[in-house]
């Protein structure tokens, strides 16, 4: 059976997963989607930030207590212009992909989130089309300048 529990700081978080442990998965199934680890640290530190501004929530989905699934939902403090959280991980163990496990996280931060949600998602990734099915729309295309 499949569980999906929220956090909303380490300290609750780390009696399930710890921080490296949530990191390492994240790491290993985004695959080629992946960043950096620390960076996904970052994003993670951003969810449990009680600054103005920022926030958001862990979720882990647990198949037989073993880690399956995660998902990573940041505030972005704005709302109109820019959605009011954003989607920055979601990852799938990738010997389970296709059961379910990432539309039920989806799901469970739509009934978690307040106001609207973005997400970045690149043309060729696979799961796109599962977002999509959701109810995620291309509304812009993403231009970055980097630099050098």
């Not at 009680?50 to 505030?75: E, K, S, T």
């Not at 099915?133 to 970055?144: D, H, I």
């Amino acid at each position: 059976m499949l569980q999906i529990i929220q956090f909303t700081n380490l300290k609750d978080m780390d009696k399930v997963i710890s921080k490296d442990a949530l990191i390492e998965f994240l790491h290993t199934h985004l695959d080629r989607f992946r960043d950096d680890k620390l960076s996904i640290g970052k994003a993670i530190d951003y969810a449990f930030s009680r600054d103005a501004g920022r926030g958001g929530f862990v979720l882990l989905a647990l198949q037989d207590d073993q880690p399956v699934g995660a998902l990573v939902m940041n505030d972005t403090g704005m709302q109109d212009f820019i959605p009011e959280n954003i989607l920055v991980y979601i990852a799938v163990d990738a010997a389970r992909r296709g059961g379910g496990i990432g539309k039920a996280l989806i799901t469970k931060a739509f009934e978690l989130t307040k106001g609207n949600i973005a997400l970045h998602v690149e043309y060729d990734n696979p799961a796109k089309r599962l977002y999509e099915r959701l109810g995620f729309s291309s509304k812009y295309a993403e231009m970055r300048w980097q630099r050098s």
